[in-house]
């Protein structure tokens, strides 16, 4: 069980837009901020979105995040089959004093 | 461009100790402002954080796990190490090093820009 909580799947068609959620509490999400990471199969998470909503650098602004409260969103518009992937969200969590991982949501493009 | 490679045994005996090394390019780290630091996974499962450790030489580990951890650093020959004592199965994971970036804004952000590829770790007899 994940400290914080995230759909175990989504899915969308090419070109549309696709969201996934992450709920945590006061002590994570509510305080600290949320950070993104994409992996591939076989390969190693790969930072996506940091500071809530900031895209580092080759990331395309397809991708965005959002942040309200203790819950999070990662919305991936003009959806393409090379976006399937696994998706984490990622926070600080005060009370348990270590960082803390959502369970990971895998996307299917249709 | 900065590049991290994990290596250690990829078998380890149940009760022993496992232990990585993550080798850095491309970055020093004795002189950066970073958290050197490690993630696993347990197959099919998604990410844990095991713990950090700063250009101070300050660590944070994992509540979870901090009884077993613990993670140095060798500046001469800028790699840091994992050591986890007496593993089980459950320890079974792939184990990746990371570069955590840390800022104190009116929240903390900390967040991992760089990766290593990963190790699989297998524990058993």
């Known amino acids: 069980q994940s400290v914080l909580t995230q759909p175990p799947s989504a899915s969308g068609t090419p070109g549309l837009r696709v969201t996934i959620s992450c709920s945590g509490s006061?002590?994570?999400?509510?305080?600290?901020?949320v950070n993104w990471y994409q992996q591939f199969p076989g390969t190693a998470p790969k930072l996506l979105i940091y500071?809530?909503?900031q895209r580092p650098s080759g990331v395309p602004d397809r991708f965005s995040g959002s942040k309200s409260g203790t819950s999070a969103s990662l919305a991936i518009s003009g959806l393409q089959s090379e976006d399937e992937a696994d998706y984490y969200c990622?926070?600080?969590?005060?009370?348990?004093?270590?960082?803390?991982f959502g369970g990971g949501t895998k996307l299917t493009v249709l | 461009q900065v590049q991290l490679q994990e290596s250690g045994p990829g078998l380890v005996k149940p009760s022993q100790t496992l232990s990585l090394t993550c080798t850095v390019s491309g970055a020093s780290i004795s002189r950066d402002d970073y958290y050197w630091s490690w993630i696993r996974q347990h197959p099919g499962k998604g990410l844990e954080w095991i713990g950090y450790?700063?250009?101070?030489?300050?660590?944070y580990y994992s509540p979870s796990l901090q009884s077993r951890v613990t993670i140095s650093v060798d500046t001469s020959k800028n790699h840091f190490s994992l050591k986890l004592t007496s593993v089980t199965a459950a320890d079974t994971a792939v184990y990746y090093c990371?570069?955590?970036?840390?800022?104190?804004?009116?929240?903390?952000?900390?967040?991992?820009?760089?990766w290593g590829q990963g190790t699989l770790v297998t524990v058993s007899s």
């Open positions: 990622a926070a600080w969590d005060d009370s348990l004093n270590g960082l803390v």
């Open positions: 990371a570069r955590g970036v840390g800022l104190q804004l009116l929240e903390w952000l900390f967040y991992f820009d760089y």
């Open positions: 500071s809530n909503n």
């Open positions: 006061s002590s994570n999400i509510g305080s600290n901020i």
């Open positions: 450790i700063n250009y101070s030489d300050n660590t």
